[in-house]
């Protein structure tokens, strides 16, 4: 069968809707890939060194090796398994299995590149190379940044990720385990009621939607399991804000409470008391405990420490205190150290800490990396664009997708970003996943 008969068969369309759905048309329309991607691959013998197989590691080791002739590339992370982090939220709230989250990175390994399984503990711009935890120091010309973030378990006084699943205590964060835990505890929290804490910290996370659809999904759950009215629910965001954008914050504003969830402003989560089931609060008014029996827990984040301590971080402004990497907003290239790209988690831009972000920076930080080997102007910008499928029930969600300026930018325009609606849900259960997998070969 030719090329051209097999594209028009009846599942063409979907296969198109697949690739631009939940991840973003508007994201991909808005990057400046297009041009990029009409020209000639760029011969060069550059060593290109890529720092993490997340979803953005993988992204960028694929489309540099389809736009690069004769480049070595290599790819640098110990992490085997591949975990499909935004399906994390369905898990711990029993609407799906871990194993449905669960990957191998080695399926999405481009061919011809050298993958060392090993982890960076050192970054040393100044001479173009990097540490590995096995002793071998790395060289590169151009160096991409894809470390993810990392979960500061420490930074809430007596939490640690084995309290997980344990004495009400719950975290969805990091990896299926966590999640699948959480969701024992979330299960047996809304058979039998009580006091429900569902915090957020200060400071970026990943996803800052999944503590706001953690709370509502087990708020659904108990209306579901008719125990709504055995539970006191409260969400405690660390000022007085519960979203970025506006008008979806003028809409949680509304919701939680329409739902019972109380809201307890300025009341970041600073400690906790598993044995006593009571958790500790830094408020304007000095520290205030609550008890609880079940609490969601959600650290603070930051990027991790082999890049936080090294030149490549912001070393001043309201980023430096995660440790982010210092990046052009637009370009997503290092000011000061040119050579060197960064997306994803790591880096330090005003919005997006979700896999649609990955899927809007990953092209930009490659095409400009690409132009740079090939001493062209940095052409290729990126718009600040993310998404959150908000989820707020089972079956119902609402589709927010914004830029820097926190202004929407919806992909579908049948759908208001502003009303929950089924299509948003089906986008998270059933098509986003399949979208994820074709990011990770470069190919959306």
């Keep these: 069968m030719s090329q051209k008969s097999s594209n028009a068969g009846p599942n063409h369309g979907r296969r198109k809707f697949l690739q631009v759905s939940g991840l973003g048309l508007a994201a991909t329309a808005?990057?400046?890939?297009?041009?990029?991607?009409?020209?000639?691959?760029?011969?060069?013998?550059?060593?290109?060194?890529?720092?993490?197989?997340?979803?953005?590691?993988?992204?960028?080791?694929?489309?540099?090796?389809?736009?690069?002739?004769?480049?070595?590339?290599?790819?640098?992370?110990?992490?085997?398994?591949?975990?499909?982090?935004?399906?994390?939220?369905?898990?711990?709230?029993?609407?799906?299995?871990?194993?449905?989250?669960?990957?191998?990175?080695?399926?999405?390994?481009?061919?011809?590149?050298?993958?060392i399984q090993a982890r960076v503990i050192e970054f040393d711009p100044e001479t173009n190379s990097v540490l590995t935890d096995t002793g071998q120091r790395v060289a590169y010309d151009y160096l991409m940044v894809t470390t993810g973030l990392q979960v500061n378990y420490s930074g809430v006084e007596g939490m640690s990720p084995e309290l997980i699943g344990q004495m009400g205590i719950g975290c969805v964060y990091d990896n299926p385990n966590h999640a699948t835990r959480t969701w024992n505890m979330i299960d047996q929290f809304t058979d039998v009621g009580g006091v429900g804490l569902f915090t957020r910290p200060r400071g970026p996370v990943k996803c800052?939607?999944?503590?706001?659809?953690?709370?509502?999904?087990?708020?659904?759950?108990?209306?579901?399991?008719?125990?709504?009215?055995?539970?006191?629910?409260?969400?405690?965001?660390?000022?007085?804000?519960?979203?970025?954008?506006?008008?979806?914050?003028?809409?949680?504003?509304?919701?939680?409470?329409?739902?019972?969830?109380?809201?307890?402003?300025?009341?970041?989560?600073?400690?906790?008391?598993?044995?006593?089931?009571?958790?500790?609060?830094?408020?304007?008014?000095?520290?205030?405990?609550?008890?609880?029996?079940?609490?969601?827990?959600?650290?603070?984040?930051?990027?991790?420490?082999?890049?936080?301590?090294?030149p490549l971080s912001w070393k001043t402004g309201r980023f430096a205190a995660g440790g982010w990497m210092e990046v052009d907003q637009h370009t997503l290239q290092h000011p000061r150290f040119q050579n060197v790209f960064g997306s994803g988690d790591c880096v330090g831009t005003p919005v997006g800490k979700t896999a649609a972000s990955v899927k809007a920076q990953v092209p930009v930080a490659v095409a400009n990396m690409v132009s740079s080997i090939a001493d062209r102007e940095l052409s290729a910008r990126y718009n600040g664009y993310t998404s959150c499928p908000l989820v707020t029930r089972k079956g119902q969600a609402l589709l927010v997708e914004f830029d820097y300026d926190l202004k929407m930018v919806p992909s579908f325009p049948f759908v208001n970003p502003y009303e929950k609606h089924w299509f948003p849900w089906m986008l998270k259960d059933r098509m986003l996943h399949a979208a994820y997998n074709a990011m990770l070969r470069g190919r959306v």
Excluded: C
Aim: proline share 7%; glycine share 8%; hydrophobic share 40%.
């Design 30 to 115: 808005g990057t400046g890939i297009m041009t990029s991607k009409a020209l000639a691959k760029v011969k060069t013998n550059a060593r290109v060194v890529i720092i993490g197989a997340g979803a953005a590691g993988l992204d960028a080791a694929n489309r540099l090796s389809r736009e690069l002739d004769g480049a070595q590339i290599t790819i640098i992370d110990s992490r085997v398994e591949h975990i499909y982090q935004p399906g994390l939220t369905l898990v711990a709230t029993g609407l799906w299995k871990a194993s449905k989250v669960m990957d191998e990175n080695a399926r999405y390994m481009p061919d011809g590149i050298d993958w």
């Design 208 to 310: 800052a939607g999944a503590p706001l659809k953690v709370t509502m999904l087990s708020e659904d759950l108990l209306e579901r399991k008719g125990n709504r009215d055995k539970a006191q629910l409260f969400y405690t965001p660390p000022a007085k804000g519960l979203f970025s954008q506006p008008e979806i914050n003028e809409f949680l504003k509304e919701e939680l409470p329409s739902r019972g969830i109380s809201l307890l402003w300025d009341h970041p989560l600073v400690g906790i008391e598993p044995e006593l089931k009571r958790a500790t609060f830094e408020t304007p008014e000095g520290n205030q405990t609550l008890d609880y029996d079940f609490i969601h827990v959600v650290p603070p984040m930051q990027a991790p420490d082999p890049l936080a301590n090294s």
